[in-house]
């Protein structure tokens, strides 16, 4: 991992909502193990307790928190989405007023329900357009870890060799969650505006397209020709 110039960041506390599944629960293990302070939200308090009890203890960390996913998205400063595109919407109506002014990262892409290997885009352009749409324009929303594959997440004692691209409208944004990614091992790199969103969430279906051609699990990305530190 190449060794970046930075000064020293603010230790923000990140809500991953819908973070006692299986890819929430593996991005809050990686934040939590960089140090960086975490709250699971679940639909149920006690579930997001027990969640946050039982990462503590398996990854020997004391950062991880649990409640709601309304608390976990009032109390953070950056908010993950960790939900599936199919079940979004209640939950966004449920935070979009405790997240005006606040980073919303989406992991989820377009895709088709009936076949994943085919992208199949929302009005909006984007699963993170629409999100942005109906959060209004206070949110500051970007798109982030659509093409890793969630065994690569799951992981969580190994390296991971894809890229990560993050785009959206807010340039600071933007850059803030590219430097939390880099503190967890990861690259990422700014993909720009909002609009281009949909190449990364429908980047996701072509390599699951790939994984079933080819017969393996976890086919990444990776950005060639731009220097890495």
């Known amino acids: 991992m190449p060794n970046y110039p930075t ?12 973070g006692t599944g299986k890819e929430g629960s593996a991005i809050a293990a990686r934040f939590a193990k960089a140090g960086l302070r975490v709250i699971i939200g679940s639909r149920d308090a006690t579930k997001g307790e027990n969640a946050a009890r039982e990462l503590n203890a398996r990854w020997n960390v004391t950062t991880i928190e649990g409640t709601s996913n309304r608390d976990a998205a009032a ?6 989405l960790a939900v599936p595109y199919a079940g ?3 939950i966004l109506e449920d935070l979009r007023d405790v997240v005006q002014g ?17 992208a199949k885009p ?8 629409e999100v942005q749409q109906f959060l209004g324009e206070s949110a500051r929303v970007v798109c982030a870890f659509q093409n890793i594959a969630p065994e690569k ?3 969580v004692d190994e390296k991971i060799d894809t890229d990560v691209i993050v785009c959206g ?11 939390l990614i880099r503190r967890i091992g990861i690259e990422a790199f700014d993909g720009g505006a909002l609009v281009n969103a949909v190449a990364v969430e ?3 279906a072509i390599l699951i397209a790939i994984n079933i051609k080819y017969k393996v699990r976890g086919a990444g990305i990776r950005i060639t020709g731009v220097p890495r530190g």
């Open 7 to 18: 000064t020293e960041s603010p230790n923000h506390l990140i809500a991953i909502i819908g």
């Open 75 to 80: 109390r953070a400063d950056i908010v993950l």
């Open 88 to 90: 979004m919407r209640p």
């Open 102 to 118: 606040k980073i919303v990262i989406n992991v989820a892409s377009s895709l088709d329900p009936e076949r994943k290997s085919r």
């Open 122 to 129: 929302p009005a909006a352009g984007s699963v993170t357009a």
């Open 153 to 155: 997440l799951e992981a």
């Open 169 to 179: 409208d807010d340039k600071d944004a933007r850059a803030t969650v590219i430097e």
């Open 202 to 204: 429908a980047m996701t």
